[in-house]
Nanobody, 120 residues
């Protein structure tokens, strides 16, 4: 089992910055990749960015060049640096961890979410 706890959300004006953090605990060695998703009321949860154990990153087109995902060497902390924020970045941001193990299969872990609100 993996536990994820996000922090760092809040209210910011358009053009500002926020840094989200996600603390991972438990079976960290079982994690293959981690990422951030966001959700707004009435819409599906969407992927924002992810990073693999090998350090490969991928971003949604809407955040490329503005958001940066990173992870510490111990792989127990994930960050999302969000710059040049826009009102459309508003939503609840969720930390996600993915595990694929032989004999266990695919497992998805989610944090409780942190609210990000960008005012115009």
């Amino acid at each position: 089992q993996v536990q994820l706890v996000e922090s760092g959300g809040g209210l910011v004006q358009a053009g500002g910055s926020l840094r989200l953090s996600c603390a991972a605990s438990g079976s960290i060695d079982s994690i293959n990749a981690m990422g951030w998703y966001r959700q707004v009321p009435g819409k599906q949860r969407e992927a924002v960015a992810f990073i693999t154990n090998g350090g490969n990153t991928n971003y949604a087109d809407s955040v490329k060049g503005r958001f940066t995902i990173s992870r510490n060497d111990a792989k127990n902390t994930l960050w999302l640096q969000m710059d040049s924020l826009k009102p459309e970045d508003t939503g609840v941001y969720y930390c996600h961890a993915f595990s694929l193990q032989v004999g266990v299969g695919k497992l998805d872990y989610w944090g409780q979410g942190t609210q990000v609100t960008v005012s115009s």
